[in-house]
């Protein structure tokens, strides 16, 4: 019989959610990610991103990353994903890494390409999300907690 994803991810126990250390291994958020989790969990701006967003220090600006506590995903419940159906798009697309179709081969579903149908196709709005977040924190010198929920409000408003 073969494994589904959920099988696959069940057996490995959640080892991409629990090993950030903000250099060698972290989850970058879109502005669109903040948006749409903060939203879904009906929390405002300003909360979501003093309790799961941390800033990482890139010289001229700064880009969002989920705030890890000892290592581990603040969105990490009994080894499994609490806000799964709507999580980052970095999730999402995990472990095909963007641009190309290379897979992260530490993560056991890279043997299963055929199960990785949705995350190739999730590509091209990763790249969108990801690189209009970069143009915009570049160009509004993103830097500091208060700078980013600006940008985000004026996102909101437009
Ligand atoms: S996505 Fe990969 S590394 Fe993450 S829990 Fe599933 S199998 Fe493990
Ligand atoms: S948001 Fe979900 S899938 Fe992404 S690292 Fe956290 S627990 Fe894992």
């Given at each position: 019989m073969s494994l589904s994803k959920l099988d696959i991810c069940r057996r490995c126990g959640a080892w991409c959610c629990?090993?950030?250390?903000?250099?060698t291994w972290f989850v970058r958020y879109s502005l669109w990610d903040i948006l749409r989790i903060s939203q879904r969990l009906s929390m405002s701006l300003d909360v979501f991103v003093e309790k799961f967003v941390h800033l990482l220090d890139q010289g001229s600006y700064a880009i969002p990353v989920i705030r890890s506590y000892s290592g581990k995903c603040p969105f990490l419940v009994d080894s499994t994903c609490s806000i799964h159906e709507y999580k980052p798009i970095a999730c999402r697309v995990f472990p095909v890494r963007p641009p190309g179709c290379a897979y992260d081969e530490r993560c056991p579903l890279s043997l299963h390409p055929e199960l990785l149908v949705e995350e190739e196709s999730l590509v091209p709005q990763y790249l969108y999300e990801h690189l209009r977040t970069e143009q915009l924190l570049c160009e509004y010198g993103v830097r500091t907690s208060r700078d980013l929920l600006q940008l985000l409000k004026r996102l909101v408003k437009s």
């Open positions: 629990q090993r950030f250390d903000y250099s």
